[in-house]
């Protein structure tokens, strides 16, 4: 080959990252499920059992206001008080929940389509503790951190939304805590939010927050930016009594609503992968029953998370190789409904950023991924199955995902990929495809080029420091940190919050400068 | 739950760890091919592309041997000198090549049946360096790493073959490279092995060794277990002429073939992927017709393995979401032709076992299983896209590899997966599965448990240290390393070995107690 033509390749390249916008190799929303770990008929039996437990079994404890208007809509209250749902309702609300719907980011830039099999990646989780950036150990999570991560978030491109990670436990109350959830999350970044309210009173309270943010009363409703996360039962077959009060207001107030059942496998759901599929499956649709009996256009997301336990001690293995079956499978039977979903996946046993967080990350988000999951949550930040958060995990999994979403945007069978005469030109002409008009126009349109992932040679490596990827993902951490203070909420209007409610993030924090990063 | 129920449950897992031969929860072998990047009309498309390589462009520089037998089968020479194949004779190849073989370990226990969409993962590669154990350096690979390495792998239940991964640089000729390689490999390790093997004077030359250790003259025949790897073509479509020769005389000793197509895209293959995909299988098919051409029952390995260039550079990216793509539609290709088939997988970019390196293999090496490849090369131990390798890469990517062969296994749909009476049992009773005999039951067969993986709690691992899974596969390797001798040659026969040929290797190395490790 011409060592001009080589050179010139190679300076196009270069060139070319980061891509414009618009000719992007992945964006949000590209289309999975190539990965089928169940047949047609096995669904269909998963289904059987699910409809199964919903009309035989039931589950227990439901709030009074939504018994009332389950029983008026065809359920019925058993002899044990276990609230029953007949097969047609359950059928009924399948085919006439919504399909997709619009998860808005505050910026619209971040507003994402959610339903078919459109595949997107972002955090969540409800970790108590976060790995101090500087000392290394463990320690409580703050709202400071929330705010910390929602800014590294805004940066990171395959981070779909903030769902938030971490609790802040500097917080007095219940309602303080999601008070000052929702306003970090709010005041990190622009795109989509969720939070998990414990009532409906922390629902109501923040509804004036999210309105003043939006520009003004009732206008949350009209882009609903924050979802509510509820985890509406307690496995096995239970109503979350407090959490079903969150629903309803959630729903009431127009929140999206992430419908999650996170039973263990071996604990608080069976130990056989499908049968804990199959429950998950009946609780959540439990769940988005009472959603539709509120409001038939609501904005359910059916979040079947299926948890692992390692039997020998009992604790939640969320890097497991059964947990990426359990989220596929999660993910294929939500597509079998044509909801919009959610699975988790990402969620490593390890409890730092290395070769098993990464190989744990990798096949869990990629099966769940191609299983064609629409939403995949808890994909980036997590250590120590959700236990905790590292800030640099972040930065390494936006990197992941990147590569992941590339192999589902898939392989392209064209006219112009399939090209004889490409070949032949080559073969017979300069003997290789560097300096090819193909390779210009598919190095940009075809190819991901990674920010962390090291990919230099071994002896340009060696004399550059040998540094792991964690190492190198530490100091783009300190750089969006110490250079990304989002100012998409108006002075005025932040005063305003401050004085409605009781926030607990200094403003010093939220402007560069403060010495902090 | 009962405090006793539940030291019982835990009692018993911990029991069932590591589980008894038979009722292990993954096997080599099972059978994947649920995850699809490529439809059938895609593949169909990809296949006349193939076809039409194959017969309207062809493949230069074959040797004369192998032109004389292709000229007889059907084959025609170009006015440029290529040697062209007719799609009927291409077809025919195709319909009537091996289906299904064993892969011989030199123990019967190690013995692979190859075919179909069983899923089979093992080393491969020719890394030129080593990262030093001690040093953390890289330095050239040597005849006692090749040994060290075979141990490993002897000791590592889900790499299921040992490949050679790296060139022993400390042999003076071409000739006691390939003696030395198969010495070491044949020496450490009771698994099936492959060597690269330059010409056909190396094949003839290592004949006498593996007849000698097979038990006599002839005697490896009846049990090939050693696998001729060859890289039959230069691409784009030209024969690699010296390996040509080794390619006919491997198949004439009776040997296995891995007949490799390792083009770039974007630099020795098409940018876009479909045309490296269609490229890579035209080339693989050209040599596996010659090799049906010297004789009709050998056992042929289709390997189309494009590579990625990182075009910004011209390197190789083989941890790239690209790669993935690559790999996995090579994989169904050889699905769609139905024929024993390898792709390379596990090929982080990373020079080290951190983060990258982990989510690099995770991603590959799943998407690779799950397309159905029967043979996943080089998916344990590989760092810098196939140019160095660690030692503590195979003891973690044995762990990676058991959770995603776990994957593979898949979900059980049954009676007994998917019974209404456990649930009903549970929920109406003691209110978990913990005590459950479905659970335990299940946590025998259906759960994997990792050996270095750490799922621990984030207290309890703070408290024992705060170590990462490389620093816990370290210990792993010097344990082995300094234990695990295998002394399946007997000395009298190693004794002959030793007399036949220029053996590098210490005999001192391969005894315990000579305090290397």
Redesign the interface.
């Given at each position: 080959m011409s060592d001009l033509s080589?050179r010139r390749?190679?300076r196009l390249?270069?060139g070319?990252?980061p891509p414009a916008f618009g000719v992007a190799p992945i964006t949000p929303g590209m289309v999975g499920g190539?990965?089928?770990?169940?047949t047609q008929a096995?669904m269909e039996?998963?289904h059987?059992?699910v409809l199964?437990?919903l009309e035989?079994?039931g589950l227990s404890q439901v709030t009074p206001s939504l018994e009332r208007r389950a029983v008026e809509a065809g359920c019925r209250v058993d002899e044990?008080g276990r609230l029953r749902f007949p097969r047609a309702l359950v059928e009924d609300v399948i085919a006439r929940t919504r399909r997709k719907f619009t998860l808005h980011g505050l910026d619209p830039v971040h507003d994402l389509e959610i339903g078919g099999r459109r595949v997107h990646t972002g955090t969540g989780g409800a970790a108590p503790?976060i790995m101090d950036f500087d000392s290394?150990?463990?320690r409580e999570s703050t709202v400071a951190d929330l705010y910390d991560i929602a800014r590294l978030v805004d940066r990171l491109d395959n981070i779909h939304w903030y769902h938030r990670s971490v609790v802040a436990r500097d917080t007095d109350t219940i309602l303080d805590l999601d008070i000052n959830t929702t306003y970090a999350c709010l005041s990190g970044t622009t795109k989509s939010i969720a939070v998990s309210y414990t009532d409906g009173n922390s629902v109501r309270a923040v509804q004036p927050m999210l309105d003043m943010v939006a520009g003004g009363e009732g206008k949350f409703r009209e882009r609903p930016f924050c979802t509510a996360v509820c985890c509406h039962v307690v496995p096995?077959?239970?109503f979350a009594t407090e959490s079903c009060d969150a629903l309803e207001a959630a729903v009431l107030a127009g929140m999206p609503i992430l419908l999650v059942s996170a039973g263990q496998?071996?604990?608080?759901?069976?130990?056989?992968?499908?049968?804990a599929?199959?429950?998950a499956c009946a609780e959540v649709l439990a769940g988005l029953i009472l959603c539709n009996l509120v409001d038939p256009h609501c904005r359910g997301i059916f979040a079947a998370w299926p948890f692992?336990s390692?039997?020998?001690?009992?604790?939640m293995?969320g890097?497991?190789?059964?947990q990426?079956?359990l989220s596929?499978?999660c993910a294929q039977m939500a597509g079998f409904y044509d909801l919009p979903n959610s699975v988790p996946a990402g969620m490593t046993?390890?409890?730092?950023?290395?070769?098993?967080?990464?190989?744990?990350?990798?096949?869990?988000?990629?099966?769940a991924a191609?299983a064609g999951a629409t939403m995949i949550h808890e994909c980036a930040g997590m250590?120590?199955?959700l236990?905790?958060t590292t800030l640099e995990s972040y930065v390494?999994d936006n990197?992941?995902l990147?590569?992941?979403?590339?192999?589902v945007k898939?392989?392209?069978?064209?006219e112009?990929?399939?090209?004889?005469d490409?070949?032949?030109d080559?073969?017979?002409g300069a003997?290789?495809?560097?300096g090819?008009p193909?390779?210009f126009a598919?190095?940009k349109t075809?190819?991901?080029?990674?920010e962390?992932?090291?990919?230099?040679?071994?002896?340009e490596?060696?004399e550059a420091g040998?540094r792991?990827?964690?190492a190198v993902a530490r100091d783009r951490v300190r750089r969006i940190l110490s250079e990304h203070y989002p100012g998409h909420i108006a002075e005025s209007v932040d005063a305003r919050l401050r004085e409605t409610y009781n926030i607990v993030l200094p403003t010093a924090r939220m402007r560069a400068g403060n010495g902090v990063w």
């Open positions: 080589l390749t190679r390249a270069r070319a990252v190539r990965y089928m770990p169940l096995e039996r998963i059987d059992l199964r437990l035989d079994l044990t503790t290394g150990r463990y096995p077959m239970r496998a071996g604990a608080t759901a069976p130990a056989a992968l499908a049968g599929v199959a429950q692992v390692d039997l020998r001690t009992g604790a293995s890097g497991s190789g059964e990426a079956l596929a499978a046993d390890s409890k730092l950023p290395d070769v098993q967080a990464g190989g744990e990350k990798g096949y869990t988000i990629s099966l191609h250590q120590g199955s236990m905790g390494l990197d992941l990147g590569a992941i979403l590339r192999t898939g392989v392209e069978v064209s112009d990929t399939l090209n004889f490409v070949v032949r080559v073969v017979m003997g290789h495809y560097l090819h193909q390779t598919r190095m075809d190819y991901v080029y990674p962390i992932a090291d990919r230099r040679s071994i002896s490596w060696q040998a792991d990827a964690r």
